[in-house]
């Protein structure tokens, strides 16, 4: 069974528009990841959110980790082309030592 | 700034072969992970490793693959019989923390093409 989701699976947006890509657990997370890939290509580190309530930033990009821990969301303002790419959240969600994986989210982003 | 490198970045293979994938982590990280990312699907959790064995695997890490840190610096996953199902983008990836506690680096991949 699948213990992280995300929605949706893939997106495609007008240049200029924001969005929102969520990650779900049906359990607390012990730490939630953010990560971009490129396709074809490897993983790219976005921003790590460790508390419930938590909200990071990076440029256009906004996080935040929902105060029971078990959801998150992903907010690209006035998105480019250069953010195009699959989104990934991943945690560990056991308390040991595995991190898993999202489904991702496919972002096209149309000039 | 310190990164995570893996050799070879693509492999050919003809099935039944064995084959080693290399890993690089970062000098003073302390866990260690293989994914594996079938073209087109999500990454999926093989193996973790720590204090020189595993310490978690998924149901994917079955006894045709192991892994090994013979030299202090390199991590390797060893497909010992390849299958075409093999065929994917496996990453490693190191942390000088648990998971949640920091970030997790991760290598550009190795792509494994089976015959």
């Known amino acids: 069974s699948q213990e992280l989701e995300q929605s949706p699976q893939s997106l495609i947006v007008q240049e200029g528009k924001n969005l929102t890509i969520n990650c779900t657990s049906s359990?607390?997370?012990?730490?939630l990841y953010w990560y971009k890939q490129k396709y074809g290509e490897g993983l790219i580190f976005l921003m790590m959110?460790?508390?419930?309530?938590e909200e990071k930033s990076h440029e256009k990009i906004t996080a935040k980790l929902d105060e029971k821990k078990q959801q998150s969301s992903l907010h690209i303002t006035a998105s480019q082309p250069s953010h195009a790419g699959i989104y990934l959240c991943?945690?560990?969600?056991?308390?040991?030592?595995?991190?898993?994986f999202g489904t991702g989210t496919s972002l096209t982003v149309i000039p | 700034e310190p990164e995570v490198t893996q050799t070879p970045s693509h492999q050919v293979t003809q099935m039944g072969q064995e084959v080693i994938l290399r890993c690089v982590p970062i000098?003073?990280?302390?866990?260690f992970y293989w994914y594996r990312q079938i073209l087109g699907q999500k990454v999926e959790f093989l193996v973790s490793?720590?204090?020189?064995?595993?310490?978690?695997k998924s149901e994917i890490f079955d006894d045709q693959f192991s892994v090994e840190r013979p030299d202090g610096s390199n991590f390797t996953l060893k497909i010992r019989s390849t299958k075409l199902e093999d065929s994917a983008m496996y990453f490693c990836?190191?942390?000088?923390?648990?998971?949640?506690?920091?970030?997790?680096?991760f290598g550009e991949g190795s792509r494994l093409t089976v015959l």
């Open positions: 990836a190191s942390t000088l923390w648990t998971p949640g506690t920091g970030e997790l680096f």
């Open positions: 991943g945690a560990d969600m056991h308390g040991g030592n595995q991190f898993y």
């Open positions: 490793f720590y204090n020189n064995e595993i310490s978690e």
């Open positions: 359990k607390t997370l012990y730490g």
């Open positions: 959110l460790q508390k419930g309530g």
């Open positions: 000098s003073n990280h302390l866990y």
